[in-house]
């Protein structure tokens, strides 16, 4: 499995970018966000940080949203890889609800929605294989519907 799947990407942005993950041959998430410096790859500033998670901006955002967040996990495995869900310490778990409750309270948002993909993106609709999680407000209570790919449908 690539930690980079190009069928995925939202625009021809997103496209270029990840084309120069799959050439580093690297995961971007772990080189991004894992390593204690300033994102290489990600063009968007870690706007909090806890020790098993990054929470930034999405790049690119998803249409039509008016807050479209990126929450990533920067925990490593004992052998320097990135977590598989859900083998995450528990305290991993109780932070990720804590940067949900910040967000939620710094940015004001009435409602929102929040997905998290993990696994073989070939399933998941997920561009990149590494732990993370969207926190996404529309901020209209009616119109047209924001999309997020979670997946491919059970042939019949």
Same mark, same amino acid.
């Given at each position: 499995?690539?930690?980079?799947?190009?069928?995925?990407?939202?625009?021809?942005?997103?496209?270029?970018?990840?084309?120069?993950?799959?050439?580093?041959?690297?995961?971007?998430?772990?080189?991004?966000?894992?390593?204690?410096?300033?994102?290489?790859?990600?063009?968007?500033?870690?706007?909090?940080?806890?020790?098993?998670? !990054?929470?930034?901006?999405?790049?690119?955002? *998803?249409? #039509? =949203?008016?807050? %479209?967040? &990126?929450?990533?996990?920067?925990?490593?495995?004992?052998?320097?890889?990135?977590?598989?869900?859900?083998?995450?310490?528990?305290?991993?778990?109780?932070?990720?609800?804590?940067?949900?409750?910040?967000?939620?309270?710094?940015?004001?948002?009435?409602?929102?929605?929040? !997905?998290?993909?993990?696994?073989?993106?070939? *399933?998941? #609709? =997920?561009?990149? %294989?590494? &732990?993370?999680?969207?926190?996404?407000?529309?901020?209209?209570?009616?119109?047209?519907?924001?999309?997020?790919?979670?997946?491919?449908?059970?042939?019949?």
């Amino acid at each position: 499995m690539s930690e980079v799947n190009l069928r995925h990407v939202r625009t021809e942005e997103q496209r270029a970018l990840y084309e120069k993950i799959q050439e580093a041959k690297v995961c971007s998430f772990c080189e991004d966000f894992c390593r204690g410096q300033a994102p290489t790859f990600h063009p968007n500033p870690v706007l909090k940080e806890t020790r098993y998670w !990054a929470f930034t901006e999405c790049f690119p955002p *998803y249409e #039509g =949203a008016k807050f %479209s967040f &990126l929450i990533v996990s920067k925990y490593l495995d004992k052998d320097g890889r990135h977590a598989l869900f859900p083998h995450l310490p528990t305290q991993a778990w109780q932070e990720w609800g804590e940067l949900i409750q910040w967000a939620v309270e710094k940015y004001d948002l009435p409602a929102g929605a929040f !997905a998290c993909r993990f696994g073989d993106t070939d *399933y998941t #609709g =997920a561009s990149i %294989s590494h &732990l993370h999680a969207h926190l996404l407000f529309g901020g209209a209570k009616d119109g047209e519907r924001l999309h997020m790919k979670l997946g491919y449908k059970q042939s019949t």
